[in-house]
Structures are given as structure tokens and as C-alpha cells.
């Protein structure tokens, strides 16, 4: 069975207000993982399929601003900042750096879970990574999110619709292990009325027209009793 939750990443180094966000959003339906530093924060994003990251910016270890761009380096994974600061300057700063929208404390809980929903509606359907262009393996694989066209050793490949959402959702997330129902949620959407099973199929075909060899894949990786993920670099 198929469900809607998100996993939500709250990164703050005030156990409070970590307390206070995860009771109100795990009653709104959301699952909720907390960090109070940085370094906690990138072993959850390497371990856990996140959804959302919710980021504050003044940290004992790495400041919210660096977390941001090193996140953005990897993945377009949503996040909303968390600061004190209320120069226009700095809410700049955070959005130039890859930031989808800026809360200043104090806020209300209510204002939060508008905010979140408004990001996750946004983003829902963008599965377009940081760089609209970009290859693999010194251009081995080429992958224009921009017009669709995918190039395997410079010669285009022909991917399928779903083929090519499925690609699009595991080069967007490069360190999430995404399950079969994660890729039917995230890549296909809610108009999808096969089975679960079915995405087996999709990453075989996918396998067949970008890998040099589809029984040992260097892009789709199959991660053993969990899903798949991306192996480019």
C-alpha cells in the first residue's frame, strides 16, 4: 500500500524547539527526524529518504548557510530556513544559496505547516535536479532535464515516459534508496494504476539503454532488500 507520508528533517540546536516542531507536525501526519548540529543532520540525510529539511541557521558545529549549499550540491531536497536575523540581506543570502523559503523566530506552528505544504506542493512535481544539464562518467552518460534528451556514449537514447520520471527522481535524490512505492509516489504520481512490481520492469528497461552492462549497472544500483538508488558521480 501506497502512502502519502513525508519525512521531515528538522535541524536545530534548541532540544525545545526541536520537541515542540516534532509533536505538532507527527500529529499533522508527517514522520519527523531532529538533529541539534550539522554533522548529525548530513548522517540522516545519507541514511533516511527525506522530504523536507527544515534548517536553522545559527549551529554549534557548521553554520545553516554551508549546510544548505553542501545539500545543494547533491540534491534539490526542499528546505526551509529557520533564523533570527530579519536583515532583508540575509534572507537573500539563504535563497541565493538554494533555499525554498525563509521563516523568521519567533513564528507560529500554524504559519510552519502552511509554509511546508506550500514548499512540498511546489516542489512536488519538480524533478528536475540543480544543474538542468548535466553527464556522467566523463560524459559517458548526458541527461538534459531541460528538453529530455538523454545521450549514452554521445548517441541519444529513447527513454520512455516513465522510464525517463524514474531516472529523473533518482538523479534528483543521489543518496536517497528509494523503495518501489517511494518511486511510484515521487516519479509517477497518483495516476499510476499498476503494480508495484511494475517498477522492477521500468528499471530493467531503463538498465538496457544506459548501462554499458544491465547486469552490472553502475547508474541504477539495486540496494538488496530495500530499492534503488543512483550511482553517478
Given at each position: 500500500m501506497i502512502t502519502n507520508t513525508k519525512n521531515v528533517l528538522v535541524v536545530d540546536d534548541?532540544?525545545?524547539?526541536?520537541?515542540?516542531?516534532?509533536?505538532?507536525?507527527?500529529?499533522?501526519?508527517?514522520?519527523?527526524?531532529t538533529a541539534e548540529n550539522g554533522e548529525h543532520a548530513f548522517c540522516i540525510l545519507e541514511t533516511e529518504s527525506i522530504s523536507l529539511v527544515i534548517l536553522?541557521?545559527?549551529?554549534?558545529?557548521?553554520?545553516?548557510?554551508?549546510?544548505?549549499?553542501?545539500?545543494?550540491?547533491?540534491?534539490?531536497?526542499?528546505?526551509?530556513?529557520?533564523?533570527a536575523k530579519i536583515e532583508e540581506e540575509d534572507m537573500l543570502k539563504g535563497l541565493d544559496l538554494g533555499a525554498d523559503d525563509y521563516i523568521i523566530k519567533p513564528f507560529s506552528l500554524k504559519e510552519l505547516s502552511a509554509r511546508i505544504e506550500a514548499v512540498l506542493r511546489r516542489s512536488g512535481n519538480d524533478l528536475v535536479p540543480l544543474y538542468k544539464k548535466i553527464s556522467f562518467h566523463k560524459g559517458d552518460l548526458e541527461i538534459d532535464f531541460q528538453s529530455h534528451t538523454i545521450k549514452k556514449k554521445k548517441r541519444e537514447?529513447?527513454?520512455?515516459?516513465?522510464e525517463f520520471k524514474i531516472l529523473a527522481a533518482l538523479v534528483k535524490y543521489p543518496?536517497?534508496?528509494f523503495?518501489?512505492?517511494?518511486?511510484?509516489a515521487t516519479a509517477l504520481g497518483d495516476e499510476f494504476e499498476g503494480y508495484d512490481r511494475a517498477i522492477d520492469s521500468h528499471i530493467k528497461n531503463l538498465r538496457q539503454k544506459i548501462e554499458d552492462d544491465s547486469k552490472k549497472p553502475v547508474y541504477v544500483l539495486t540496494i538488496h532488500g530495500v530499492g534503488y538508488k543512483f550511482g553517478g558521480n
Open positions: 534548541e532540544a525545545k524547539i526541536l520537541e515542540v516542531i516534532k509533536s505538532y507536525l507527527e500529529k499533522k501526519g508527517y514522520t519527523v527526524f536553522d541557521l545559527m549551529l554549534p558545529d557548521i553554520s545553516g548557510e554551508e549546510i544548505c549549499m553542501k545539500i545543494r550540491q547533491k540534491s534539490r531536497v526542499p528546505i526551509i530556513m529557520l533564523t537514447v529513447n527513454l520512455t515516459p516513465n543518496n536517497k534508496v523503495t518501489r512505492e517511494d518511486l511510484i
